[in-house]
Every structure is written in C-alpha cells, then in structure tokens.
C-alpha cells in the first residue's frame, strides 16, 4: 500500500530560525495536503499541492511539490513561537482516501 | 472551529467493554472520514462514507469496529469488546469531494483501562 514518510521527526530551533519538514511517497502522487495540528488540537488543513513542481507561499511558509510527484516539502522562514506545532503532510494516488505521514513536530524557543 | 462536533471529548472504559462515538457534520459536506490517531503517529484512515453508504473500510477495521452513517447526517463509530490497543485519539473529518481539503473535528480520546 502506499506509504507516506516524514522527516525529521522532531526539530527544536529557537526562535527566528528557518525550519523545513520533507515528505516522500511511495507512489506517484496526484495531490498533497499540509496540515497543522497544534498540542492537544486536531488537525488542521494548510494548502494542496496538485501539479508538478508547484510552489505556493502563505506568509513565512513556502510549500513545494517535486517534479516526480512523489516528495514535497514545507519550509517556515524565521520561526515564531506561534508555529509550534506538528506538521503532517498527507498525499492521495488517484481516488484513494489521505495518507498521512507521521508527522515532524516543531519545537520554537523564545 | 470546523463546525464538525465529536461526542464525547473523552472516554475512558474497561477492556471488554462497548463504546460508541458520534460525529455531527457540516451539513453540505458530503464526505465523512473516520482516522484513528495515536501518540507520536499521524491520522490512519479507517473508513468513510458518502452520504449514507460506507464505500471504503481499512484493513485497520476489525470486526469489533463497525460504523454507521443513517440518513447521510450524522455518523456513530463503535468498538466493541474493547482492548488496551484501542487507545487512541479517534477523528472525525468532513470533505466535500475526492480531492478537497479534510475539516477535522476535535476528535474522541479513548482509554481503555
């Protein structure tokens, strides 16, 4: 089955600092959806990313999707403590349902 | 707030025992997904309808799960006998076609002790 894999894990920066999270799938992928899900919240939709080598920009985040279709990454420029968080990114390959990748959790030091 | 109620917040509950959520939807989404979510790990898809009919099941579901969505409004996911591994955030989201954005709700946090 396909398989959604997030890297790193976990990261801690302080704050002002650039952070990225990286995903790569198993399979081609026909869009991609970034999430937010703050301690104790539930998830919540950022963008999607439909066509090859998109790029879209919201504010400090900037997301990509590679030319393959199969990796995508979010990149948050000079972080704030608002941005704690885990970030989940979630593909789907024709007409199947989301596949989550197990997220990065974000960490922001004042 | 995603206008997707979930009831109860919490749960705890005795191995062995049955348990029973409930997810109240934005009425024009037509599209209700069940995800199971533990600590540390993303949402893992369980099953979801469209309107009424329950079209996909994971392989995730065993028999003690079963979920229903009357009338194409609210949807009701029980577990039965419960066990220790059900422990879990379960989530309730919302879509309005294949490939749209996913309005989660606040999700029911089971222990089973």
């Known amino acids: 089955g396909q398989q959604v894999m997030q890297i790193p894990q976990y990261q801690h920066v302080q704050e002002g600092e650039d952070f990225t999270t990286y995903c790569n799938s198993s399979t081609t992928l026909s869009n991609i959806q970034w999430y937010k899900q703050r301690p104790g919240g539930h998830p919540v939709f950022l963008i999607q990313l439909v066509k090859s080598g998109e790029v879209k920009k919201q504010k400090r985040l900037t997301f990509q999707f590679g030319e393959a279709k199969k990796n995508s990454s979010l990149h948050i420029t000079a972080t704030q403590t608002t941005d704690v968080g885990t970030y989940f990114c979630?593909?789907?390959?024709?007409?199947?349902?989301?596949?989550f990748g197990k997220g990065t959790m974000l960490l922001v030091s004042p | 707030d995603t206008g997707v109620s979930q009831d109860p917040r919490h749960k705890i509950t005795k191995r062995g025992q049955n348990v029973t959520f409930r997810c109240d939807p934005i009425?024009?989404?037509?599209?209700l997904y069940w995800y199971r979510q533990t600590l540390g790990q993303g949402p893992e898809f369980l099953t979801y309808f469209q309107n009424e009919a329950q079209l996909e099941k994971s392989r995730l579901l065993s028999d003690r799960f079963s979920a229903e969505r009357p009338k194409g409004s609210f949807s009701t996911l029980e577990i039965q006998r419960t066990e220790q591994g059900d422990s879990a955030m379960y989530l309730c989201?919302?879509?309005?076609?294949?490939?749209?954005?996913?309005?989660f709700g606040q999700g029911t946090r089971l222990t089973v002790v």
């Open positions: 009425s024009e989404h037509n599209r």
């Open positions: 989201a919302m879509t309005t076609g294949s490939n749209t954005e996913a309005f």
């Open positions: 979630a593909g789907r390959s024709g007409y199947s349902t989301l596949t």
